[in-house]
């Protein structure tokens, strides 16, 4: 571009100094000649020739100036055209980067959803862990009381069988002397005219014996009725038995599994827990400090199998503890939680950091207070259907009885008999009805959850879990209502 200006520069001053020389040449001309143009003098015609002289190489330099403007016009056009696609794939390269950075957006937030499941999976698991420990102990328990029902029915089953022979042997003995008193009533029909005041006596004492005989008959019936129910029940007993020996296998396999992994403790595990009533202020202390004793052994069987069992491993704020205690000191019931405010490995140096929840433990939910309702048509379902329906049932009982405060986990029905049955019953029926889970008794905050089931059909109670003759108030049986 800058030899384009010079040239332009050279070909003006050339142009102006040939328009110029041709000027003066033209004016020395006009002047010696004494020309005149448009009546003018010959000086003021000699002028004239300059000026147009001057013009013309005036408008020689506008005119070269207006090419080089052409010329670099050109040029800027060619520039500017360059730069619009420069700022056009700039525009590009920013949509691109743009789009990157939204897919990069979407990656992280997809990432962020799987970390928050995978924490509520691990959550899950650990209630699952907790809920299957409660299940197990429970299932250990009702194991043990069945075992000892089964071993009752057994012994009752060899006495009523012993009955059952001696009567056998009676009635036989009967049927013998029966069948010796008609013989003796035929001879002695015979002599009859001598000795009838004998022969009546004689009848009244085999009317006596056909009433005993028919009495015994009778109670041999009775006791074979008996002994058929109590065979039932024993049949019933060993079935119950080995659904709760599977269902104890299972929950052991269940927690075997949940245990394999490395971490001992998980935020939020209760690492102690325990309802407070203080009858005296002071006392307020030492209650609160022998709870977490019970804690930090907990925390060191947990995470430190191998440390002194005195050491201290867990930590919280010295005002933790005295809101705590000034919370109990008014003698009302609490229930008080050591709870473990993070997840810990085995082996993990301490500080244990937990903290201590305090609630009042008052009645939540009273007895055959509905939890939640169900409608279920039997008549539609397989038994794993119905069984799947129920434990939703419970599984929602559950979550309301946790969401209103109740701090146990787990639930438990207290009479597994009497749901058994409740089950079969409920497994015979034409059409749908309406299932209540309900409280088996007075639930408070620190539990236990006891449930319990209803069956109601158009307002009226089909059947229902009562609580058994020989048990507390707590424990339930299964008990069938009328219909009329």
Request: proline letters at 4%.
């Amino acid at each position: 571009m800058t030899i384009g200006y010079v040239l332009i520069l050279l070909a003006t001053l050339v142009l102006g100094g040939a328009i110029a020389t041709m000027g003066d040449r033209l004016g020395t001309r006009v002047g010696k000649a004494r020309l005149s143009l448009f009546n003018l003098r010959p000086r003021q015609t000699a002028t004239l020739v300059t000026i147009v002289t001057g013009s013309l190489i005036s408008a020689s330099t506008l005119g070269l100036l207006f090419l080089a403007g052409l010329f670099e016009l050109e040029e800027i056009q060619t520039r500017l055209g360059r730069a619009r696609r420069e700022l056009d794939q700039s525009r590009i390269q920013q949509e691109q980067a743009k789009a990157e950075l939204s897919r990069i957006d979407r990656s992280l937030q997809a990432a962020i959803a799987r970390q928050t499941a995978t924490q509520g999976r691990l959550n899950k698991a650990q209630k699952r862990l907790v809920q299957a420990d409660k299940q197990f102990r429970l299932a250990r328990t009702q194991l043990a009381q069945v075992s000892k029902r089964a071993r009752q029915l057994l012994s009752d089953i060899k006495s009523l069988q012993g009955e059952r022979l001696r009567l056998q042997g009676d009635l036989s003995r009967l049927g013998n002397e029966n069948r010796q008193l008609v013989g003796d009533r035929s001879r002695l029909l015979g002599e009859r005219s001598a000795l009838d005041r004998q022969n009546q006596t004689l009848i009244v004492q085999n009317r006596d014996r056909t009433a005993q005989i028919r009495d015994r008959e009778q109670r041999l019936k009775t006791i074979e009725t008996r002994l058929n129910d109590a065979n039932q029940r024993f049949q019933t007993a060993q079935s119950e038995l080995q659904e709760l020996e599977g269902s104890v296998r299972r929950l052991e396999r269940e927690s075997q599994a949940l245990r394999e992994g490395n971490v001992a403790l998980r935020r939020g595990e209760v690492l102690a827990a325990a309802t407070i009533q203080i009858p005296s202020p002071e006392l307020a202390q030492s209650a609160i400090n022998q709870l977490l004793l019970v804690g930090n052994r907990t925390a060191i069987e947990r995470t430190r199998p191998g440390i002194t069992p005195n050491a201290q491993v867990i930590g919280l704020s010295r005002g933790d503890v005295e809101r705590a205690i000034a919370q109990v000191r008014d003698g009302r019931a609490y229930y008080v939680q050591v709870i473990s405010s993070a997840n810990y490995l085995i082996g993990e140096d301490p500080p244990i950091r937990v903290v201590l929840e305090v609630v009042p433990n008052q009645v939540l939910f009273s007895a055959q207070e509905i939890l939640a309702v169900a409608t279920i048509d039997p008549s539609a379902l397989t038994q794993d259907e119905l069984r799947d329906r129920l434990e939703l049932l419970l599984g929602q009982a559950q979550f309301r009885a946790q969401r209103a405060g109740v701090a146990a986990e787990g639930f438990r029905v207290e009479n597994v008999p009497g749901l058994i049955q409740f089950v079969r019953w409920l497994e015979q029926q034409p059409g749908p009805l309406e299932v209540q889970a309900v409280a088996a008794r007075d639930i408070k905050t620190a539990g236990p959850l006891s449930l319990s089931f209803v069956a109601i059909r158009n307002g009226q109670v089909l059947y229902q879990i009562e609580p058994l003759p020989n048990a507390p108030r707590e424990s339930q049986r299964s008990r069938p209502r009328e219909n009329g």
